[in-house]
């Protein structure tokens, strides 16, 4: 576990910085306790900012604090993406009940940009960054418009387990994916335009499955090369 010592002025954001960049990068594996004191020793600071780092992490989901056991970086299956989109598919076709009457015209108006956007060549450093702020806006203003607080409130929490399950598969190949993922945006758009419920379930679960399966392959492939690591 290689980790620099910190020198700057807010301890608990160097840290986390520190820890989130390790477990991000594998440095520190999955499933991998971590000692607080050993942490605070290595990175030059006291046990408070690492402790509050460590909670912020767990927030998260990229570490786990198990009573009586102690804290571990989070691990993260194949399975746990499959039934992880497997909820976001259903709450999304949920949503989507009443969003398809609730949707006004500035709505889709303002979802057309996003797809526009995501059309759009970007720096290659932010491009992955830009991709996922765009989409993940798109998916969240359908979500918003079925006007349920609960349903919401779910779908946002089931949000931070994808995005860690992306960190989790350091999936280099995402822009693979674009062309198909472009196609079945403008399928769910017209569909939303058109007001046909039906159709717009069946474009969410194709589209969400398909990211579903490129995710857990990823994933998959990071096991595999841990493995043999």
Same mark, same amino acid.
């Given at each position: 576990?290689?980790?620099?010592?910190?020198?700057?002025?807010?301890?608990?954001?160097? =840290? $986390?910085?520190?820890?989130?960049?390790?477990?991000?990068? $594998?440095?520190?594996?999955?499933?991998?306790? %971590?000692?607080?004191?050993?942490?605070?020793?290595?990175?030059?600071?006291?046990?408070?900012?690492?402790?509050?780092?460590?909670?912020?992490?767990?927030?998260?989901?990229?570490?786990?604090?198990?009573?009586?056991?102690?804290?571990?970086?989070?691990?993260?299956? =194949?399975?746990? =993406?499959?039934?992880?989109?497997?909820?976001?598919?259903?709450?999304?076709?949920?949503?989507?009940?009443?969003?398809?009457?609730?949707?006004?015209?500035?709505?889709?108006?303002?979802?057309?940009?996003?797809?526009?956007?995501?059309?759009?060549?970007?720096?290659?450093?932010?491009?992955?960054?830009?991709? /996922?702020?765009?989409?993940?806006?798109?998916?969240?203003?359908?979500?918003?418009?079925?006007?349920?607080?609960?349903?919401?409130?779910?779908?946002?929490? %089931?949000?931070?387990?994808?995005?860690?399950?992306?960190?989790?598969?350091?999936?280099?190949?995402?822009?693979?994916?674009?062309?198909?993922?472009?196609?079945?945006?403008?399928?769910?758009?017209?569909?939303?335009?058109?007001?046909?419920?039906?159709? %717009?379930?069946?474009? %969410?679960?194709?589209?969400?499955?398909?990211?579903?399966?490129?995710?857990?392959?990823?994933?998959?492939?990071? /096991?595999?090369?841990? =493995?043999?690591?």
């Amino acid at each position: 576990m290689q980790l620099r010592r910190i020198q700057r002025e807010r301890a608990v954001d160097a =840290v $986390y910085d520190a820890l989130q960049r390790a477990i991000v990068s $594998y440095s520190i594996r999955p499933g991998t306790r %971590l000692n607080i004191e050993e942490l605070a020793e290595k990175l030059g600071v006291s046990l408070t900012p690492v402790r509050n780092a460590i909670q912020q992490l767990a927030t998260e989901g990229l570490v786990e604090i198990r009573p009586r056991s102690g804290t571990f970086v989070a691990t993260l299956t =194949v399975q746990d =993406v499959e039934e992880t989109f497997k909820i976001r598919g259903a709450l999304e076709c949920l949503a989507a009940e009443s969003a398809v009457e609730n949707l006004s015209s500035n709505d889709i108006r303002l979802m057309k940009e996003l797809l526009e956007s995501l059309r759009k060549p970007v720096p290659d450093d932010d491009a992955r960054q830009i991709h /996922e702020r765009d989409n993940g806006r798109f998916h969240q203003m359908l979500v918003e418009a079925s006007n349920n607080r609960r349903l919401i409130e779910m779908y946002e929490a %089931l949000n931070a387990h994808i995005k860690i399950a992306r960190i989790h598969a350091g999936d280099s190949n995402w822009q693979s994916r674009l062309q198909i993922e472009r196609k079945e945006h403008e399928t769910i758009m017209a569909a939303i335009e058109h007001h046909r419920l039906a159709d %717009l379930q069946k474009a %969410l679960r194709k589209h969400i499955y398909g990211a579903k399966d490129h995710l857990a392959l990823a994933l998959h492939e990071r /096991e595999r090369q841990m =493995v043999a690591s």
